[in-house]
């Protein structure tokens, strides 16, 4: 199978799993180890892609937010893996917010080449591939039909800023106002799960900075669309976000329209 009709595929998985989470619900959640909820709907959706990856492309491993703990032992020596949230934005979805996403990324060299970021509701699909000879970044509305997107490169006094909408800290307010010393209107807004990201790849947003704790499975499908619609997602120092590392947490990072936005990291770059 081809890298396109491969990605078609996963994009009808990551869609299949979106409407095993609505049709879940929110229902009752039970906290994790650590600390964060767990609901029928992340778990439904998690067999739902784990099962068809497997069928779709057995001699690949997965490594999911709900895997369980053997898995992780394994995984030092993968070269070659799907990377899954099957539910980011778990608090978005128990608070009755649409801000809530399922996260399919394949993982070549520590790298994302393909990505899939489907939001159930309203229903729209952000897919890209960075490998097999083209970036290019779509979206698919809910009549299922793709559009080419990419990122927001033009000068303006005006800037979009994207915020967690559930982990607020001074560090990213500190960004905020670098940014309004320097333009003219600075717009906030507070977004749950991946979602960012997709503002920043499909040109509606300028930059996202991440002050706070993220794992893997958070970003990587996510930075493979960012990275096919035009520009990157990196550490505060500048250097690409890299998979499969010893701990599976994210160092600080910014995701941006152009590298312009990396010199307003300084205040909050801990």
């Given at each position: ?9 996963v994009?009808r998985?990551?869609e ?6 609505r ?7 039970r ?9 029928e709907a ?6 739902v892609i784990?099962?068809e990856l497997?069928r779709l ?6 490594l999911?937010?709900e ?5 992780f032992?394994?995984?030092r020596?993968w ?9 980011d934005?778990t ?6 917010r649409?801000e ?10 520590s790298a ?7 939001a ?10 960075n ?6 970044a779509?979206?698919?509305?809910e ?9 927001n ?8 800023v994207?915020l967690s ?8 307010q500190d ?8 333009f ?14 997709c503002?920043?790849a ?5 930059v996202?900075?991440?002050?706070g704790?993220t ?26 976000l890299r998979?499969n ?6 160092p600080h990072?910014?995701a941006?329209?152009?590298d ?5 990291c ?5």
């Amino acid at each position: 199978m081809n890298i396109d009709s491969l990605l078609g595929e996963v994009v009808r998985i990551a869609e299949r799993a979106g409407r095993k989470i609505r049709d879940a619900g929110p229902g009752m959640a039970r906290a994790k180890a650590d600390g964060s909820p767990l609901t029928e709907a992340d778990q439904a959706a998690h067999r739902v892609i784990a099962g068809e990856l497997a069928r779709l492309t057995p001699h690949i491993p997965l490594l999911s937010e709900e895997s369980p703990a053997e898995v992780f032992d394994r995984r030092r020596a993968w070269k070659k893996f799907w990377l899954v949230d099957p539910l980011d934005g778990t608090l978005e979805f128990l608070a009755g917010r649409d801000e809530f996403t399922v996260n399919i990324a394949l993982i070549e060299n520590s790298a994302p080449v393909m990505g899939v970021v489907h939001a159930p509701r309203p229903g729209q699909t952000y897919f890209a591939r960075n490998a097999g000879g083209g970036r290019r970044a779509f979206v698919c509305d809910e009549n299922k039909k793709p559009h080419v997107i990419s990122v927001n490169k033009k000068n303006s006094a005006a800037v979009t800023v994207l915020l967690s909408r559930s982990r607020h800290n001074r560090a990213a307010q500190d960004f905020v106002r670098g940014l309004k010393a320097k333009f003219t209107e600075v717009r906030e807004v507070a977004l749950g799960s991946s979602l960012k990201f997709c503002r920043i790849a499909d040109g509606t947003a300028h930059v996202y900075p991440r002050y706070g704790p993220t794992s893997e499975w958070d970003t990587a499908a996510a930075q493979c669309i960012v990275e096919a619609a035009g520009s990157s997602v990196t550490t505060l120092a500048g250097a690409p976000l890299r998979y499969n590392k010893s701990s599976l947490q994210n160092p600080h990072f910014i995701a941006a329209a152009d590298d312009r936005w990396r010199h307003f990291c300084g205040a909050g770059a801990v």
